[in-house]
Each structure stands twice: as C-alpha cells, then as structure tokens.
C-alpha cells in the first residue's frame, strides 16, 4: 500500500499526518542518504526502491568510497570480523545494509537484505519468489545462470541469494554486488576499530 492507497481509503483521516511526513524529508537522515541530488524531492517509489548499478554499487554506496565516509552518510552500524585478519565489515541492520571493505579501507563488497528495497533493470529482487524474480529478469533480457545459493546476473557483479533454489516459490532473501576485481586493493591491514563486538554472520 502507498500514499496514493491510504488517501483513497481513508479520505481526510490522514492528511495531516501524510503532510508532516512530507514537511520533515528534509531532516529525515536516511531519506537524504538515498538522495541522488540534494534538495530535490523524489517520487515515493525512488524513495523506497534502490537501483543497482553494475559494478559501481548503490546510490548512498559506491564501490571505493572510503568506510570513514559512508559511516559519516549512514549513521548506526555495528561492526564485527569474520576471522581475526580480515577487514571488519559495517553492518547498518535499520537499512538492511552489510558492507565489506579492502585492506585500504575501500568499498569492495555489498549485502543487501529486504530492508534495502533493491532493485535491478526496474525489477525488484528481494522479498520476493524466486521465481518470479527470474521471470522478470528474463521479460528484460537479463541473462543469469543457477547455482547452488540461487543466481549469478551474468556480467553484472550481482548474485541472488536464497535458502532454497530448486523452490521458485521461496523469496529472495538476499543479494550480493561486487566490485570489478582491479578496485580492489587487498595490501596492509585495516585499522579502523569494531565498534561494537557482535557475532554476526553473513549470507554468501
């Protein structure tokens, strides 16, 4: 349901309150990190939905922006080390976001959970069937092949996670970008410090 829904439901009830919500996207600090242009209002569904962009990343993170200022953009995060020599990766859980840096603390690797509404080609790829998913990538002639944790798009930097592949019913649950391998820069050791000790785990 959108904005359009409620005000066509439920005429007057919600105006004011609809209103504010608009009124105060200027201090709502993951609306602005999501922007592509600043003081530009965007359409409700650019808003909610995030385009991948092969190779690059994401709008509020892009492949090789340092982790310094892509904390200072997204706030709250916790931090946590998979094995004691590897980068630590920032977990920003409220916007469904877990993201990897290189030995230069540099962008490298991107999750996304369903509470990053992430999109492909206009398809939207999370929370949904799997199967579905991949028929709408095919109706846009994006190529893709299976494997054993769901899909890979071919020549896009983009796998799709699921916890059960043979079940296109089953919704996506995660999807994973990476960066083109000559971005990476695996030389000297992080020393930013975790923030928080957590034993989390990730879902490639």
Not at 166 to 194: F, H, Q
Request: with cysteine; proline share 5%; glycine share 8%.
């Amino acid at each position: 349901m959108d904005i359009d829904d409620v005000v066509n439901r439920f005429p007057g009830k919600y105006n004011n309150a609809i209103g504010q919500m608009i009124d105060d996207l200027p201090n709502n600090a993951r609306y602005q990190a999501i922007r592509r242009v600043p003081s530009v209002p965007y359409l409700w569904s650019e808003v909610l939905v995030n385009e991948v962009i092969p190779w690059v990343g994401i709008e509020c993170a892009r492949f090789g922006e340092s982790r310094k200022e892509i904390r200072e953009r997204l706030g709250d995060f916790s931090s946590f080390k998979r094995s004691p020599g590897d980068s630590p990766v920032d977990h920003y859980f409220s916007i469904g976001l877990m993201l990897h840096f290189d030995g230069a603390d540099r962008l490298d690797f991107i999750e996304a959970t369903a509470a990053f509404e992430l999109s492909y080609s206009g398809v939207r790829l999370l929370e949904r069937p799997f199967g579905e998913v991949l028929t709408d990538l095919r109706s846009k002639s994006v190529d893709f092949s299976l494997d054993d944790s769901g899909c890979t798009l071919t020549g896009c930097g983009i796998e799709l996670y699921t916890p059960a592949p043979d079940e296109l019913d089953i919704d996506v649950e995660g999807v994973a970008l990476r960066a083109p391998v000559e971005n990476r820069d695996n030389s000297g050791t992080s020393e930013v410090v975790i923030e928080s000790s957590a034993n989390e785990d990730t879902l490639f």
